[in-house]
């Protein structure tokens, strides 16, 4: 009998819950256990949903629900980022990891409450489930978070539920649920903070200005995506009239609003704080200055591989070897800028993101000049989980790396840096996408042979992945003296195996995945 590779998927997933509940042990790590349960069950019936047809919007096909994959992250996330505000004796971000935690299960919960409502005949045993996990969790919560904490998570269940009707409508195919409860709840998130941040800006004086540029970029996007996805359904894209249209808002909205915003949060002027920033010393513009080469090298990659298609090869999908090429580049960038400089990397991330998406709305929207090239130049590297309008994979690989970088808590680290496993979680995207994934894509495509029960993953590919991993901690070892491991050298072992298992056998994004579940196995 084939063993299900969801069920595989599943128990790792577990593992992992279970090893958060273990090095925590409280209240809302019990709460985890219980939302993993009832997780487990309500998957099943997302996934009938998807096969009959019968769920609410056009999820991305050829892939399971991934709802507990993907709804145990945020409160993951938030029990390990607790624990280390505890160490270090911050009570307010003590408080702000639990927020955290809670509104991931509010999201779970929510998700699979849509559905038990629409599956027919009702699932008894399953409501039966998720009605006791529901009941533990709210009874916590009533318990532990106080009146203006409820609200605020009731603000982003608010946001999450308008963002998922306008998103999952205007972008079919392009997620599975627990893809969209992942990426919209994180947005959901960010814009409820810079939200709160905005009406207290009289308190920010003191605040690191950095930490502003993603949440209004994303808010900024966010708003541009929905405006032209409405717009468009009325009028022509492809026009140089609707073109010029087009760039002439986005001029006016990064200008006229985003800028001031910044000014506002900041209390500085963006471009001359920027100036100085990049500026301020001269690794930052030796770092830049090799960026930029990596940039052209990563052009001339897409052009060479076009030019071979445009000369009548019949070979119309570059390889994954090709693709990897990329998750390379990616680790030359982030790997540097982790060593010598984070501010900096963090930074050139929010920048990237921006431009990504940018393109991404020019080539979906057709938009002139450069809307029908690009059109031409990325549908080379589609992938079968680019199966609706948008091309997300470049940004996924982008995000997976970055968000360690994002999510460190600078508040709840000491000045010598997180102490044991911690030291790595910075380097968590690098380790789970840049060097993991793509050594387990090549030597599996390449040399396997002994695939794992039910996946077209293979043993050799998941085995050199864990060595690498392992020889590519060595070499950060050596290269950043901020990494000091002591004795948890078995815990990053364990940690990089058993996401090395989830990558075998999920068939959601993993270049999302993997790197948040790394980071939440380093940060206990």
Request: proline share 5%; glycine share 8%; with cysteine.
């Amino acid at each position: 009998m084939q063993l299900d590779p969801v069920l595989v998927e599943s128990a790792v997933v577990v593992s992992m819950v279970i090893c958060v509940h273990c090095a925590v042990w409280n209240q809302l790590s019990w709460c985890c256990i219980a939302l993993a349960v009832q997780g487990f069950y309500v998957q099943h019936k997302w996934d009938r949903l998807i096969r009959t047809g019968a769920a609410v919007f056009q999820f991305r096909p050829s892939a399971n629900s991934g709802v507990l994959p993907a709804s145990m992250v945020l409160p993951l996330l938030g029990l390990a980022l607790r624990g280390r505000c505890i160490a270090v004796g911050n009570v307010y971000m003590e408080r702000f990891a639990m927020v955290i935690t809670v509104i991931g299960m509010m999201l779970a919960l929510f998700l699979s409450l849509i559905a038990l409502g629409i599956t027919r005949p009702v699932p008894t045993n399953t409501c039966v489930i998720a009605g006791i996990a529901g009941s533990a969790i709210l009874y916590t919560v009533k318990q532990t978070l106080t009146v203006s904490e409820v609200i605020e998570v009731l603000e982003v269940l608010l946001i999450f539920v308008y963002l998922s009707l306008i998103l999952l409508y205007l972008l079919p195919r392009c997620f599975t649920p627990g893809e969209a409860l992942l990426i919209l709840g994180g947005i959901s998130f960010i814009i409820k903070q810079l939200i709160k941040c905005s009406l207290a800006s009289s308190g920010n004086a003191n605040a690191d200005p950095l930490l502003y540029f993603l949440p209004v970029a994303v808010l900024g996007l966010v708003l541009l995506g929905i405006f032209f996805a409405l717009l468009f359904v009325f009028m022509e894209p492809e026009t140089w009239s609707a073109s010029l249209f087009f760039h002439t808002m986005t001029a006016v909205l990064g200008l006229g609003l985003l800028v001031p915003w910044l000014s506002l949060l900041t209390q500085h002027h963006p471009i001359t704080w920027l100036m100085h920033f990049i500026t301020e010393t001269n690794t930052r513009l030796w770092l830049i200055g090799f960026w930029a080469a990596l940039l052209l090298l990563a052009v001339a990659v897409v052009m060479h591989q076009n030019s071979h298609r445009s000369a009548g090869s019949k070979k119309h999908q570059a390889s994954t070897s090709v693709r990897k090429y990329f998750h390379l580049l990616t680790v030359l960038t982030f790997a540097p800028g982790l060593a010598l400089d984070r501010p900096l990397l963090h930074l050139a991330a929010v920048g990237c993101l921006s431009v990504f998406l940018l393109l991404e709305f020019v080539r979906y929207f057709r938009i002139r000049p450069l809307g029908a090239p690009l059109r031409h130049l990325l549908t080379l590297f589609l992938d079968e989980r680019d199966s609706g309008p948008l091309i997300l994979t470049h940004i996924y690989l982008l995000l997976g790396v970055a968000l360690p970088v994002w999510l460190t808590p600078a508040s709840c680290t000491p000045n010598g840096g997180l102490g044991g496993a911690g030291g790595l979680v910075p380097y968590a995207g690098v380790l789970a996408v840049g060097v993991g994934d793509t050594v387990a894509s090549v030597f599996g495509s390449t040399v396997g042979e002994i695939r794992w029960p039910g996946t077209k993953k293979t043993f050799e590919g998941t085995a050199t992945s864990v060595f690498a991993q392992i020889i590519a901690v060595v070499v950060f070892l050596i290269a950043d003296s901020s990494i000091n491991l002591n004795a948890s050298y078995s815990w990053v072992v364990g940690s990089i195996t058993m996401v090395a298992m989830l990558e075998a056998y999920t068939s959601q994004i993993d270049n999302l995945l993997l790197p948040l579940y790394l980071y939440i196995l380093l940060l206990l």
